[in-house]
């Protein structure tokens, strides 16, 4: 599903070169749940921004599902962010007043997709997250959990093949993180291929493969079971 080649990211700082990212070549197949783990500045937020394809790589290839991505023009790059990859961040990112429901269904209104396939979508990814008793409320009558869990079910509305989640248990207490990360290996044991960035072991450790970054380049493989 995803290859990429002896990838680069290079930033210019204060006149001098900076390398986030050096030499990244690995392989992601379908339905693996893979664990990005470093330090902070290590590259895992530029490895998972070139992974979701909102940024580009200095140099190497990058393919996801057979497309080398860089040959790709801006409206094949959303077409994929908006219909192959779904993005969960470590700040939730909902509209304050919307309700649980409004915040989910909006990726399908801007599809465009017809109001009874949207309720019906909304509806079964709120079901998967296990919200949909708390469908009509808005963020701020949610716990940190909860208001998680809706950002989870707006990454899966319209059935990603690929989830990205950047440190998604950060702003949880322990409990909840965990409560997260069952939520996760429950959507990946639907098939669904997930990679985690983190920087605690605990987090890394729930998925089948840690890929482990330091400085910039990936020092070490781990597989589980």
């Not at 023009?73 to 219909?83: H, Q, S």
């Not at 649980?100 to 599809?111: D, T």
């Amino acid at each position: 599903m995803i290859s990429a080649e002896n990838l680069w990211k290079t930033y210019q700082l204060g006149g001098q070169e900076v390398n986030a990212l050096c030499e990244a070549t690995f392989t992601i197949s379908q339905g693996e749940f893979v664990a990005i783990m470093g330090p902070s500045g290590s590259g895992k937020s530029t490895l998972m921004n070139i992974l979701g394809c909102l940024d580009t790589p200095t140099k190497g290839n990058y393919y996801l599902r057979g497309k080398l991505v860089s040959t790709l023009d801006d409206n094949e790059l959303a077409y994929i962010r908006n219909n192959e990859i779904g993005f969960v961040f470590q700040v939730f990112n909902l509209l304050a007043r919307a309700t649980a429901f409004h915040n989910v269904e909006l990726p399908l209104i801007y599809k465009g997709t017809q109001k009874k396939a949207r309720e019906e979508k909304t509806h079964k990814a709120l079901e998967m997250v296990e919200m949909s008793d708390r469908m009509n409320h808005r963020p701020s009558e949610l716990s940190g959990g909860e208001r998680q869990r809706v950002a989870i079910a707006r990454a899966l509305v319209n059935e990603p093949s690929l989830l990205l989640a950047d440190e998604p248990t950060g702003n949880l207490d322990s409990k909840t993180g965990l409560e997260i990360l069952n939520l996760f290996r429950k959507i990946h044991s639907q098939g669904n291929t997930i990679i985690v960035v983190t920087h605690e072991r605990e987090i890394a450790e729930n998925a089948h493969r840690i890929i482990f970054l330091k400085d910039g380049r990936i020092v070490k493989e781990e597989r589980k079971g």
